[in-house]
């Protein structure tokens, strides 16, 4: 789990400075230019590439002779899975962040997704910053790729040498509980927390999809959790992913949070999408904000079910109205309150 310092420094000097929502910002994040998505598409590509690099080798960082036995290493530790999903949301999450000023924390609840958040602080400068010997050249593409999962080198989860990293990654099922923590009395605050399908089959993270029913919509902030359905724990099948769509729906609808879904494998047009959904739930979130009156938690599901791909089930909190209706005050969006969790 981690956030770039620097990017979270950069993130509340520019919130201090807007903090409106202006449907002309919507407007711009929903709809991106093509040199835009172009941009966030090259960043998303070069992190694939160094996350597959940290995994797999050796030597040849730049691929500069054809591809060969002796460039791989020996022994891999470490799985690609969730690691273009976590990448492409980053992505996202930093182009918003960008436009916006946005406060907000990414959590990544799969750990083992850590080769994505070292690639995404090597392309940022903190990785440099921090360890001077991994430069940005061939010399120090090496030494990121080696050092990875090796003996006197880096774990293989996010972990505390990880640039901005507050948590150690490992044992999966605890995001949710990070972002809910994160938010409460930090009422300006967005924490976005990727959530791996396989993950979301622990104990831990299947209860606390009900941490949205303790968020006070006036003293706290919102929870953005993106659900990754790519339809893989490892190389075994997932059971969300193995639902019906509108079974998947139905149950995160239940626990409280609107859904939002993006679904499919194309690119360019995965960016463009998921670039609206990403915006129609921050906007949700920023609108139950400004107006505080209603319980903080919208939520945004990226995936892949079977072959259809990535699907993107984002959801924003519609907890509160009633408690809008009791303050005299009609939120922009509103969420479906519950009584006693406006009364903490
Ligand atoms: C509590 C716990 N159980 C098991 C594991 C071992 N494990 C590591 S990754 C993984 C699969 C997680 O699935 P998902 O979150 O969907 O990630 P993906 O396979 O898609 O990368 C498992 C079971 C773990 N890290 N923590
Ligand atoms: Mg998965």
């Excluded at 949205?212 to 997932?238: C, E, M, Q, Y």
């Excluded at 149950?251 to 409280?256: S, V, Y």
Aim: glycine share 12%; hydrophobic share 40%.
């Amino acid at each position: 789990m981690l956030v770039s310092a620097r990017h979270q420094a950069q993130t509340w000097k520019a919130a201090r400075r807007r903090r409106t929502v202006t449907a002309d910002v919507v407007n711009r994040l929903a709809r991106p230019t093509d040199a835009d998505i172009a941009a966030v598409d090259a960043w998303w590509r070069a992190n694939n590439y160094l996350t597959v690099g940290q995994i797999y080798l050796m030597a040849n960082p730049l691929l500069r002779e054809p591809l060969a036995g002796e460039h791989i290493k020996p022994r891999l530790l470490g799985h690609w899975g969730t690691s273009p999903g976590l990448a492409l949301v980053y992505a996202h999450a930093s182009r918003l962040i960008r436009h916006t000023g946005a406060q907000m924390i990414y959590l990544a609840g799969p750990g083992h997704g850590g080769p994505t958040l070292v690639a995404a602080g090597y392309l940022e400068g903190a990785y440099t910053e921090i360890y001077p010997n991994i430069t940005l050249d061939e010399v120090g593409l090496l030494r990121l790729f080696r050092q990875f999962s090796a003996p006197g080198g880096i774990p293989s989860h996010a972990s505390v040498p990880t640039p901005g990293s507050i948590h150690e990654g490992g044992e999966l099922g605890y995001v949710l509980l990070h972002a809910f923590g994160a938010v409460m009395d930090n009422p300006d605050f967005i924490a976005l927390a990727v959530v791996g399908d396989g993950e979301a089959e622990t104990g831990p993270l299947a209860g606390s999809w009900n941490g949205i029913s303790f968020l006070n919509p006036v003293r706290d902030g919102a929870v953005l959790p993106v659900l990754h359905l790519n339809g893989a724990k490892i190389a075994g099948p997932t059971l969300l992913a193995r639902k019906d769509r509108d079974e998947v729906r139905s149950l995160l609808t239940g626990h409280g949070y609107e859904v939002i879904e993006v679904d499919g494998d194309d690119l360019p047009g995965m960016h463009y999408r998921f670039a609206d959904a990403l915006t129609r739930a921050w906007a949700s979130i920023k609108a139950i904000q400004a107006a505080r009156t209603t319980a903080g938690g919208a939520g945004l599901v990226t995936g892949r079910l079977g072959r259809a791909g990535m699907r993107a089930l984002p959801k924003a909190a519609d907890q509160g109205r009633q408690a809008a209706r009791r303050n005299g005050v009609v939120p922009t969006v509103g969420a479906r309150a519950k009584g006693s969790c406006l009364r903490r």
